[in-house]
């Protein structure tokens, strides 16, 4: 313990009290760690780096902690090297399909601004034997698609309003609903304009009528006034 301190000491005295946290021992794959580090900016990363260096201590780089039984047993470490400072979307352009986030972004993170950042989008789940024809069909209707295949997942959008011919808001939102019928699955709007809210339910094809009906009657019988969240819900609710 005397040794982490003096090591928690040094990387305080170098990038500052906020950026050096100590806590209860936590365990990764045998070792017990005590010490993380949280650099700010790559500079701060750098200089970490640097004192790790210097006094020959090793460090477990991690995120926000969820894998850490990814890979072999460390064999040796004295702190956690943390990236969840380091995050952020560093650049996004659609239309080139460029996009770089910085090393502690988490995904569910990234999705969300992406999803923000898009005009219309949708999270289209489908059987994965399946997953293929729904894409072919997007792609064919020039969606943009962010595919995750073991699951049967995949995200459609388009990144520019419509421009050409008799294209509308109602047209490519029917590319997206034809995806998963045609792929035996759902999907769920996760960005649209207003006027394509406004008509259609973004839940529209995620919940069955019977469940439907008891989200209803719960909702009836907790919040009849409809106090929480009025008709932002499944079915308008």
């Keep these: 313990m005397t040794d982490a ?11 500052g009290a906020d950026a050096v946290r100590t806590h209860a021992s936590l365990a990764c794959e045998g070792v017990e760690l005590a010490v993380s580090v949280e650099p700010a ?8 780096v640097q004192v790790l260096t210097a006094r020959e201590r090793a460090a477990i780089v991690r ?13 040796r470490a004295d702190v956690f090297l943390s990236t969840q400072r380091l995050a ?7 239309e080139e399909g460029v996009l770089r986030a910085k090393s502690g972004t988490p995904l569910r993170a990234l999705q969300l601004r992406l ?3 898009l005009p219309l989008c949708a999270r289209i789940a489908v059987l994965p034997s399946r997953l293929s024809v729904a894409c072919a ?9 962010l595919v995750y ?9 388009f990144a520019e309003k419509p421009s050409r011919g008799e294209e509308t808001w109602e047209t490519r939102l029917g590319h997206i609903e034809a ?5 035996g699955g759902h999907f769920l709007l996760e960005s649209a304009p207003l006027v394509v809210k406004q008509k259609h339910c973004v839940f529209s094809t995620l919940l069955s009528p019977d469940v439907l009906a008891l989200m209803r009657a719960v909702k009836a019988q907790y919040d009849p006034l409809g106090t929480l969240n009025p008709g932002r819900c499944a079915g308008r609710i």
């Design 5 to 15: 301190i003096a090591l928690a000491s040094a990387l305080t005295s170098e990038l």
């Design 41 to 48: 900016d790559a500079d701060a990363l750098a200089r970490a």
């Design 63 to 75: 995120g926000n902690g969820t894998r850490l039984a990814l890979g072999n047993p460390p064999r």
């Design 88 to 94: 952020g979307l560093a650049e996004f352009d659609a």
């Design 115 to 117: 999803t923000s950042e």
């Design 137 to 145: 069909a997007l792609r064919s209707a020039g969606v943009e698609l």
């Design 149 to 157: 295949p073991g699951l049967g997942l995949c995200y459609a959008a």
């Design 179 to 183: 995806a998963p019928r045609a792929g």
